[in-house]
């Protein structure tokens, strides 16, 4: 069986279940609009004064997006299947292994750019803007979708390696601490020292000003340039990760 | 041609306990195969390990002459696996879960189709084809399980406790299922069971399995050849010790060779048992003692199971205790319930 045919057929599977329970996708779009508004809300006009921002429903909306690319499922999927059997009943199949649990990955990956489409367009109606024009639009929506994408190995392959359904959802946790130290809410110029540093040495950081350029700048070769090597470089060391998860179980 | 072979096939878990102790096994083409035993007794993990799914610790092992660990990719396209967890997934629909199936093992998308509305239709399922798995009782799930083992029309069928927690209609069905893929397509059948009567009725050969280890094996009757002699049963009332009083009075029958205490009846294996049964009664009778019941049987897988192992195989059924705990043992060892 061709890896990837197989990794496709599966990914339509994950696809399809993700449509099936469309209420489980009503909060990864939701809470990240809702941050956005408040934030906006609450201390928009201050920070646009204090950071010197001309925009910044622009400035956040990235965040929205990074914020729900990172509320991939698959981890959870993944020890579900393995819970009821079916994970087994995948590996009995000639499918390559890593085809079972790559396909996940992807379907998390195409989930996060839909999410990042409709959070870029609610963005663009209240005002977002989009200094990058369509093609930026639809290179957002890649970014976003290729850090769903490296971002979700993290829940596999501590799911994998536990078989636990709440170890699997610690990526989403884990995220939060990398969002924080990241300038998600503030330029990284006016942090103190030490949140400065944790925000250089933080891949989240580059991935946000990747996107937040296309947003505010237009096309930033060098931001974008970042931003991907950050996302190869997540992706690279999650899905290393996962692989050895997988290793271990099957 | 020997479908499945194992050479001293062994598998100790990390934590040191040997589940399959040096398994020696080979199953010709076209037969049904029972594997027999207890819970614990190494049976699924002997599948697992057929399967690819675990591997051995030692030992070597071919399924369509393949070897498991040099070949494990044809050993999948070659082997049909129902598992004891019966692993589907409750979102998707009977239809969809085995035209995936179908797919992952090479089938274009309209053979896939095909196949898969063939198969609905064996296990009776076609009507609720298009209904998610979730809403399916359990007998339709173990048939659904089935039919996603054959979808690819594999030459050798695993299957690891088809009927476990099946009502009996559903078993029948099930059996009935297992006999004709056997018989019409010539499919290998390798299946696992904890229920005599599953074995006795549907398999060519039976090996019975124990602490990791093949005891006995042979057809269904030759097995209960050969213990050679009728089952003699002595029931008593209340108090489980009176079988051991039991085995003492009838100590001097020259008939009585290796008897056995069982869940508090004891059991005699006895040349022309009916003609000893008056003696049987006298001598409790002097010994004082009074039994609910004697009966005489041809005997039965359990009894040779009994006889091997100094358990009734039912005293390791889901409800039991673990490992057997609570079940009988060997009255020749002298010990009682």
């Not at chain 2, 696996?81 to 879960?97: F, M, P, S």
């Not at chain 2, 124990?210 to 009728?230: C, F, M, N, W, Y």
């Amino acid at each position: 069986m061709n890896t990837l045919r197989a990794t496709w057929l599966l990914t339509l599977r994950a696809l399809r279940e993700i449509v099936r329970q469309p209420v489980n996708e009503v909060g990864n779009l939701v809470i990240p609009l809702f941050f956005f508004a408040v934030t906006v809300g609450a201390v928009g006009r201050v920070a646009e004064r204090a950071f010197g921002l001309e925009n910044f429903v622009g400035f956040q909306m990235p965040v929205a997006v990074l914020n729900a690319s990172a509320s991939g499922t698959a981890g959870l999927a993944i020890t579900q299947d393995v819970m009821s059997g079916y994970f087994e009943k995948l590996l009995l199949t000639p499918a390559p292994r890593f085809a079972v649990v790559f396909a996940r990955v992807m379907a998390d990956g195409i989930k996060a750019a839909v999410l990042a489409a409709v959070i870029g367009g609610i963005g663009l109606l209240v005002g977002s803007g989009f200094a990058a024009g369509p093609l930026g639009f639809l290179l957002l929506v890649a970014m976003a979708g290729a850090f769903g994408f490296a971002f979700s190995a993290f829940g596999v392959a501590f799911g994998l390696r536990t078989g636990s359904p709440q170890a699997a959802q610690l990526s989403f946790l884990l995220f939060f601490p990398l969002l924080f130290l990241a300038p998600a809410f503030a330029p990284k110029e006016i942090f103190a020292p030490w949140l400065r540093f944790a925000a250089t040495i933080n891949p989240v950081t580059y991935v946000l000003e990747g996107m937040r350029s296309l947003v505010l700048d237009g096309w930033a070769w060098a931001a974008l340039g970042r931003a991907f090597a950050a996302i190869g470089g997540i992706g690279a060391f999650t899905l290393s990760l996962t692989v050895w998860a997988l290793r271990s179980r099957a | 041609m020997t479908a499945i072979r194992a050479e001293k096939l062994t598998k100790q878990y990390r934590r040191g306990v040997l589940a399959v102790d040096g398994l020696d096994l080979a199953v010709p083409e076209g037969q049904i195969f029972a594997f027999l035993g207890e819970n614990g007794s190494g049976k699924t993990t002997t599948v697992r390990m057929l399967t690819t799914l675990l591997r051995p610790t030692s030992g070597r092992a071919w399924v369509a002459g393949y070897d498991v660990l040099e070949r494990p990719g044809d050993v999948r396209r070659a082997a049909g696996v129902a598992l004891q967890e019966v692993g589907l997934d409750d979102l998707q629909t009977g239809r969809e879960l085995l035209e995936l199936q179908a797919r992952l093992f090479g089938l274009s998308r309209s053979e896939a189709r095909r196949r898969a509305a063939e198969l609905l239709a064996v296990v009776g399922l076609d009507a609720h084809a298009d209904r998610r798995l979730g809403t399916y009782s359990g007998g339709m799930r173990r048939r659904l399980d089935l039919a996603a083992a054959l979808v690819h029309h594999p030459h050798v069928l695993f299957l690891d406790e088809p009927t476990t927690g099946l009502d009996p209609r559903s078993r029948e069905h099930v059996w009935e299922y297992i006999r004709t893929i056997n018989r019409q397509e010539g499919v290998t059948v390798f299946l696992t069971t904890q229920y005599l009567e599953e074995a006795d009725r549907l398999a060519d050969e039976v090996a019975i399995i124990h602490q990791g280890r093949i005891v006995a094996q042979g057809t269904p009757e030759a097995l209960k050849s050969s213990i050679g002699a009728d089952v003699l049963a002595v029931e008593f009332d209340g108090d489980p010790a009176l079988s051991g009083r039991a085995l003492e009075a009838l100590a001097a029958l020259p008939q009585a060779a290796e008897p056995r205490i069982a869940d508090g009846q004891l059991y005699l294996y006895v040349r022309e048992g009916a003609r000893l049964v008056p003696r049987v009664v006298l001598e409790l009778e002097e010994a004082g003692l009074r039994p609910r019941a004697i009966t005489v049987a041809r005997p039965t897988l359990d009894d040779v199971f009994l006889r091997i192992t100094g358990h009734h195989l039912a005293a390791s059924q889901p409800a039991a205790a673990p490992d057997g705990a609570g079940g009988a043992t060997p009255a020749g060892q002298g010990a009682h319930r």
